[in-house]
């Protein structure tokens, strides 16, 4: 149904924008078009229109859901760490393993925070997360579980895809154009997940460019000439092309594979070990379909409860960086590029602000409102396994990863060895 806007109302609302319009059913001529016939269609005069952000999502989340969250971190505030296992744990509980890459996901689809200098130019809030493996590595498992997880999600599929499907299209309808938003646009303060990434052509791949730092759409089509908001974060995936991978290229140029904030590589290495507890997980808890209902661990969160979480933590917490954590981001920004083998795609400016992005959103799944130590020490391990040759931690395989039996021990030892590491020991 075609919504007509006047007066006041006109420029209220962009492609992409879920909007509640009130307004008065109307019949109205369409064009007459020679040697056709005259049709009447239905419209919507609107006298009202209220464009929504993350406000849907909150209906969702009820009082009683925010005081369950209110009491669980109050139970588990002597063991914090064990509390957010917990959470990593109910995400995508078919794939055994992959734990760095369920937190990387997870922090991704909660982002961080977005702010505008007194200008008016605005730095991203939103983090990109690019996974390249091999096939089998459960990729688009979790492109999928992601998408369903986030209070507004767009999935898409670079097989195919175009520069108009990504961006915007302009539509010749009954002699008139008009704009058609396409996914990164559709997806404006969501998730755009995108599968098969290596698969767009090159000439599609530059229009992500401006979308996935300006968080915008520039469109000059048809004699038409307008800016679309496509403030998304994009979580990609693709698969490795022979050598690449192995050779620590996900075969992306430098300017695309800046803007992504994490890489993850998962190379399925043949492990003997690692392989029987793959396979006993499938056929003994139900992982492959064989049993009609799985029964999750008592622990375990339920979908709806970890999607509100998800929801909630978004829209009630701003954490600010505490002085502690700065130190903590500013020492391994400053390791990285004295590094000598460090990527010049990937230790850029972009890359403090994208350990910032990622402690940011850490502190949210941690239920507060400012980045503590152990903040930025889980953003440092995180890139740590994203950059080709870790200068704190060493190269981390991302894939065959779990969850530690004693989370508290485990990460009090890692954050240890981190602030040694980096000249910090004192703030331990």
């Not at 008065?24 to 007459?32: G, K, N, S």
């Not at 990593?88 to 925070?113: D, E, N, T």
């Not at 507060?368 to 395989?397: C, F, I, N, P, Y």
Request: charged letters at 20%; aromatic letters at 6%; proline letters at 2%.
């Amino acid at each position: 149904i075609a919504v007509v806007l006047e007066r006041d109302l006109v420029d209220r609302v962009k492609s992409g924008d879920v909007v509640t319009v009130t307004g008065i059913v109307m019949c109205r001529w369409r064009p007459a078009v020679s040697e056709g016939r005259p049709d009447i269609s239905v419209a919507i005069r609107a006298s009202s229109v209220s464009v929504h952000g993350d406000q849907m999502a909150q209906r969702a989340v009820t009082g009683a859901r925010r005081a369950e969250f209110g009491r669980f971190w109050a139970e588990h505030e002597s063991a914090a760490m064990r509390a957010r296992d917990t959470i990593i744990a109910s995400m995508c509980p078919q794939i055994y393993g992959l734990f760095y890459v369920k937190l990387a996901v997870l922090l991704v689809v909660i982002g961080g925070v977005a702010c505008t200098d007194a200008a008016g130019m605005r730095v991203r809030g939103e983090a990109h997360l690019l996974m390249v493996g091999d096939p089998g590595t459960a990729k688009s498992q979790l492109l999928r579980y992601a998408a369903r997880l986030a209070p507004r999600a767009v999935l898409a599929t670079g097989v195919g895809s175009t520069s108009a499907g990504l961006t915007a299209a302009a539509i010749k309808e009954r002699g008139e154009w008009q704009l058609e938003a396409g996914a990164l646009v559709l997806a404006d303060r969501g998730l755009c997940c995108i599968d098969e990434f290596g698969s767009i052509r090159g000439a599609e791949r530059n229009a992500v460019l401006e979308a996935m730092e300006q968080q915008s759409v520039s469109v000059a089509k048809a004699g038409m000439v307008c800016r679309l908001n496509a403030r998304c974060t994009v979580l990609a995936a693709t698969n490795s092309q022979h050598g690449l991978l192995a050779a620590g290229n996900a075969g992306l140029p430098a300017p695309l594979l800046s803007r992504f904030d994490l890489v993850l590589k998962l190379v399925d290495t043949h492990d003997e070990q690692w392989d029987a507890r793959v396979s006993s997980f499938l056929l003994g808890n139900g992982g492959l379909g064989l049993t009609d209902n799985i029964q999750l661990p008592s622990n375990m969160w339920a979908f709806d409860k970890l999607q509100a979480y998800v929801a909630y933590v978004r829209a009630a917490f701003r954490p600010r960086i505490s002085r502690a954590g700065e130190q903590v981001l500013v020492r391994y920004y400053q390791r990285q590029r004295q590094h000598d083998r460090h990527s010049a795609a990937r230790t850029t400016v972009r890359l403090l602000e994208s350990l910032i992005r990622v402690a940011q959103a850490h502190a949210r799944l941690m239920f507060r409102g400012k980045v503590l130590v152990a903040d930025a020490v889980v953003a440092v391990v995180l890139m740590e396994a994203t950059m080709q040759t870790g200068s704190v931690l060493g190269a981390a395989d991302a894939l065959h990863t779990t969850a530690p039996a004693d989370s508290d021990l485990f990460y009090a030892e890692l954050e240890a060895l981190v602030l040694r590491r980096l000249d910090l020991a004192h703030l331990g």
